[in-house]
T-cell receptor, first 111, second 109 residues
């Protein structure tokens, strides 16, 4: 039990649609990161938020965006979904320089 | 560029030791991690090592770090069937984790 919860656990979308994934972090964890894990691969860093501001971004296009809220929740939004966006999306939260706690992930299938 | 590489598959008999190897490229990494992922689940942190250490032991787990060669290994003693999973090494650099592709460990009775 990591104290990080993600929703929904599974969802199916069609190409071109938009999706919002949600994450609830541990209280006090003011840093949240999102990772994409395609089938058979390791997680890839999407971006990180610290105190509601984007604080680092991986090699993902602008149609991947995020929000972080004062209540330790956050969102990952993906617009104009493509087939290759099918993956497990992992949220991780931490205090600065502390251990990352991962949620169980949201599995997105794009048809 | 940044890259973390692992062997893809390891088969081990129950009761034997498992050794999973990993190489990384970013010499500025501060921490190196080992995560375990079971089917359909998220990532479970197994252990980590600071970049200024060369060994860390935690119960059945031993992490060895050769910073000169940028080589990290995880040894699991007395491997059990419950250890069957995918194991990821990751380096922490510039506020993010860079993961390898994972090593699938299969434990046979």
């Amino acid at each position: 039990e990591t104290g990080v919860t993600q929703s929904p656990t599974h969802l199916i979308k069609t190409r071109g649609q938009q999706v919002t994934l949600r994450c609830s972090s541990q209280s006090g964890h003011n840093t949240v990161s999102w990772y994409q894990q395609a089938l058979g691969q390791g997680p890839q860093f999407i971006f990180q938020y610290y105190r509601e501001e984007e604080n680092g971004r991986g090699n993902f296009p602008p149609r991947f965006s995020g929000l972080q809220f004062p209540n330790y929740s956050s969102e990952l939004n993906v617009n104009a979904l493509e087939l290759d966006d099918s993956a497990l999306y992992l949220c991780a939260s931490n205090v600065p320089d502390g251990e990352l706690f991962f949620g169980e992930g949201s599995r997105l299938t794009v048809l | 560029g940044e890259d973390v590489e692992q062997s893809l598959f390891l088969s081990v008999r129950e009761g034997d030791s498992s050794v999973i190897n990993c190489t990384y490229t970013d010499s500025s990494s501060t921490y190196l991690y080992w995560y375990k992922q079971e089917p359909g689940a998220g990532l479970q942190l197994l252990t980590y090592i600071f970049s200024n250490m060369d060994m860390k032991q935690d119960q059945r787990l031993t992490v060895l770090l050769n910073k000169k060669d940028k080589h990290l290994s995880l040894r699991i003693a007395d491997t059990q069937t419950g250890d069957s999973a995918i194991y990821f090494c990751a380096e922490a650099s510039r506020g993010k984790l860079q993961f390898g592709a994972g090593t699938q460990v299969v434990v046979t009775p």
